[in-house]
């Protein structure tokens, strides 16, 4: 092996490396794009469900609705289309131990997370 080839296998080298630190980072964005897309149905089940027992039970109309909607935007004193994220931890159902809403069970005794609130689950 020359010196041409050695020099060329360290250009194969890294660029395989490189290959590779991509493929994780795609696996990575991957992963939290399905996560997105899980908590995005959720939402959007319980939405739905929502406003059709509204709509059933109390008959409230898609004006109501829209209004409804831009008044709980402006709570937050902005209407951008957005609704201010919950990020008081939880507590844990069974140790009462205060957990993280990023994970699905307690850290401490493995109980699945307490869905406190309807929609703790999808912020
Ligand atoms: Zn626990």
């Known amino acids: 092996m020359d010196l041409f080839d050695l020099v060329q296998a360290k250009k194969i080298h890294h660029a395989e490396l490189s290959a590779e630190r991509a493929g994780n980072k795609v696996s990575g964005v991957e992963a939290r794009v399905a996560e997105l897309e899980n908590r995005f149905n959720r939402l959007a089940l319980i939405n739905h469900a929502l406003w059709e027992l509204l709509k059933d039970r109390h008959g409230y109309t898609e004006e109501e609705l829209r209004d409804w909607v831009t008044l ?26 205060v957990v993280s809403r990023a994970f699905a069970r307690c850290m401490y005794c493995d109980e699945p997370a307490s869905s406190g609130g309807t929609f703790d689950r999808v912020h």
């Open 72 to 97: 709980t935007d402006l709570k937050d004193g902005k209407l951008d289309g957005r609704v201010r994220q919950t990020t008081a931890p939880l507590n844990c159902v069974k140790c009462n131990r």
